[in-house]
């Protein structure tokens, strides 16, 4: 079993920048690809990025491409996401996940609760 929680989510006016934390405990970390996804009101919950186990390879959405960047630490079991240039569309509960390989939100079995992530105009 893995245990996730996010943090960092908030309020933000468009053009700013927000990180979100995931931290997990459980099963090795390091073992695992780690994604962010999100789901919007009414929406269905889409795939933002993911990376690989040692950081190296990252996979991100075409929409955040260029202003989100996923990272990991795997001594303190954290993966981020740092969003910048934040847009209004970008509003959405953001879950951290890990079990998958994909982009597909059903291939992970371990979720974080989410953080609300809102961009004002």
């Known amino acids: 079993q893995v245990q996730l929680v996010e943090s960092g989510g908030g309020l933000v006016q468009a053009g700013g920048s927000l990180r979100l934390s995931c931290v997990a405990s459980?099963?090795?970390?390091?073992?695992?690809?780690m994604g962010w996804f999100r789901q919007a009101p009414g929406k269905e919950r889409e795939f933002v990025a993911n990376?690989?186990?040692?950081?190296?390879?990252?996979d991100y959405a075409e929409s955040v491409k260029g202003r989100f960047t996923i990272s990991r630490d795997n001594a303190k079991n954290t993966v981020y996401l740092q969003m910048n240039s934040l847009k209004p569309e970008d509003t959405a509960v953001y879950y951290c996940?890990?079990?998958?390989?994909?982009?597909?939100?059903?291939?992970?079995?371990?979720w974080g609760q989410g953080t609300q992530v809102t961009v004002s105009s």
């Open positions: 990376i690989n186990w040692s950081g190296s390879v990252s």
């Open positions: 996940a890990t079990g998958g390989v994909t982009r597909r939100p059903y291939e992970y079995p371990y």
């Open positions: 459980g099963r090795t970390f390091s073992l695992y690809i």
